[in-house]
T-cell receptor, first 113, second 117 residues
Framework: AQKVTQAQTEISVVEKEDVTLDCVYE???????LFWYKQPPSGELVFLIR??????QNEISGRYSWNFQKSTSSFNFTITASQVVDSAVYFCALNTGGFKTIFGAGTRLFVKA | GAVVSQHPSWVICKSGTSVKIECRSL??????MFWYRQFPKQSLMLMAT?????????EQGVEKDKFLINHASLTLSTLTVTSAHPEDSSFYICSARTLSGQEETQYFGPGTRLLVL
């Protein structure tokens, strides 16, 4: 069975703090894709990153960075120097190729000025 | 990047009426489209997978007679909520899958908010 767990329901930080959103996944497939999406209040999903199971390289994109560790089945997302505009719900998702993308429950991030 | 549109973006209807939501891939052909439902403060739950020219595959617990899906072309899928009731009020999001070489990508639409009075 496939599953994505985002244990943090809500996180509140003050602007300029760093924050890490956790994601743990379960799958028996050896080929799979992991994603992070941002959902602002408007509701539209904003794609942030996709990583396939064979690429464990960590990635940095501006203030965003991702730590993929197959050994612990985790794909954590860090926002450095958070800003108020980062306030949103963040979803981690898993796709095992083709037919279903399974979403975690989401983590609601509040960044206070 | 590829764009997926949904129409309408929001709809308010009376209980008992049917509502049709369209999902279009604007600049690519999508062999597979997916419909998700998201209740307030909850995650996206997959409702069904629709393949062009064939019947949709519904997830467990989703009533196929209640949520009619038609995928008539490679760029259009429709979801019809029949005899809508207040508990059907939700945010409906479609996505379209495309394959380029060995790379598969899924693009999400902006969502449709349905409020049933």
């Amino acid at each position: 069975a496939q599953k994505v767990t985002q244990a943090q329901t809500e996180i509140s930080v003050v602007e300029k703090e760093d924050v890490t959103l956790d994601c743990v996944y379960e799958t028996r497939d050896t080929t799979y894709y992991l994603f992070w999406y941002k959902q602002p209040p408007s509701g539209e999903l904003v794609f942030l990153i996709r990583r396939n199971s064979f690429d464990e390289q960590n990635e940095i994109s501006g203030r965003y960075s991702w730590n993929f560790q197959k050994s612990t089945s985790s794909f954590n997302f860090t926002i450095t120097a958070s800003q108020v505009v980062d306030s949103a719900v963040y979803f981690c998702a898993l796709n095992t190729g083709g037919f279903k993308t399974i979403f975690g429950a989401g983590t609601r991030l509040f960044v206070k000025a | 990047g590829a764009v997926v549109s949904q129409h309408p973006s929001w709809v308010i209807c009376k209980s008992g009426t049917s509502v049709k939501i369209e999902c279009r891939s604007l600049d690519f052909q999508a062999t597979t489209m997916f419909w998700y439902r998201q209740f307030p403060k909850q995650s996206l739950m997959l409702m069904a997978t629709s393949n062009e020219g064939s019947k949709a595959t519904y997830e467990q617990g989703v009533e196929k007679d209640k949520f009619l899906i038609n995928h008539a072309s490679l760029t259009l899928s429709t979801l019809t909520v029949t005899s809508a009731h207040p508990e059907d009020s939700s945010f409906y999001i479609c996505s379209a899958r495309t394959l380029s070489g060995q790379e598969e990508t899924q693009y999400f639409g902006p969502g449709t908010r349905l409020l049933v009075l």
